[in-house]
């Protein structure tokens, strides 16, 4: 009698012990899950943006090797997202593309424009190059770029930002002259001053901008000042 109760209790302790690591297992497996789920959020995110900001600074006047390190980052990341869930087949072509545009941009510099038409598509790409900007920061940190290729990426794109305004500023400053818009025009062409006093852009490359904001102000002073002389003569 004792001896068949010694093993019932120790027949229940041992499905108390198998329930315990049972549920152990599964609690250990949900968080597993829980930490790769938000493992691939991560990815998933920077994923979207490091393809948004490539898209972008393709448009752009910008080195070879910036973008290289970008889409070996996109790559990279892409890999790993396939590698975690590996029923993301949609993912395949695009690092197909990553791999792709990493081996043909290095085989060129950028050749986009350093220049925007309008204020709401300038906003738009200095979004993309702070954007770029917090991408470095963050291969940086992960260990995944060196020192300095982190300080040549963040050099250049903020020369790439400053450019941009400046040029920018100068293209639409032109267009509001040619619409007769002189008001604006001279706004646009303080803004440019302005930002031409920053320090990056080469000194030659602000001396010649500045001597044509020079020239065009004359001009637009001596235009207006004919206006005046004639609606002065038409008035006597």
Request: with cysteine; hydrophobic share 50%.
């Given at each position: 009698?004792?001896?068949?109760?010694?093993?019932?209790?120790?027949?229940?302790?041992?499905?108390?012990?198998?329930?315990l690591w049972v549920a152990q297992w599964a609690w250990q497996q949900q968080l597993l899950h829980y930490q790769t789920l938000q493992v691939l959020i991560s990815l998933d995110s920077r994923r979207r943006q490091l393809s948004e900001a490539v898209s972008a600074l393709q448009q752009m006047d910008i080195p070879a090797d910036i973008l290289v390190m970008l889409f070996q980052a996109l790559a990279d990341d892409i890999r790993q997202i396939l590698r975690l869930d590996p029923r993301r087949d949609d993912l395949s072509e695009a690092l197909q593309k990553a791999e792709q545009g990493a081996r043909q941009q290095g085989q060129s510099n950028g050749a986009g424009s350093a220049a925007v038409a309008t204020e709401q598509e300038l906003m738009v790409a200095q979004r993309h190059i702070q954007r770029a900007l917090r991408i470095f920061m963050e291969l940086y940190q992960g260990?995944?770029?060196?020192?300095?290729?982190?300080?040549?990426?963040?050099?250049?794109?903020?020369?790439?930002?400053?450019?941009?305004?400046?040029?920018?500023?100068?293209?639409?400053?032109?267009?509001?002259?040619?619409?007769e818009d002189g008001i604006k025009a001279m706004a646009c062409f303080r803004r440019a001053e302005s930002l031409l006093g920053m320090r990056g852009l080469p000194a030659a490359e602000k001396q010649e901008k500045l001597d044509y904001i020079k020239q065009e102000r004359e001009r637009l002073f001596s235009e207006r000042s004919k206006g005046l002389l004639m609606l002065t003569g038409n008035d006597a």
């Open positions: 009698m004792l001896t068949s109760e010694y093993f019932l209790v120790v027949f229940l302790l041992g499905l108390m012990c198998i329930g260990e995944k770029i060196s020192a300095s290729q982190y300080q040549g990426a963040r050099d250049n794109l903020r020369l790439l930002g400053l450019r941009i305004a400046v040029n920018s500023s100068l293209l639409m400053a032109q267009r509001a002259v040619d619409q």
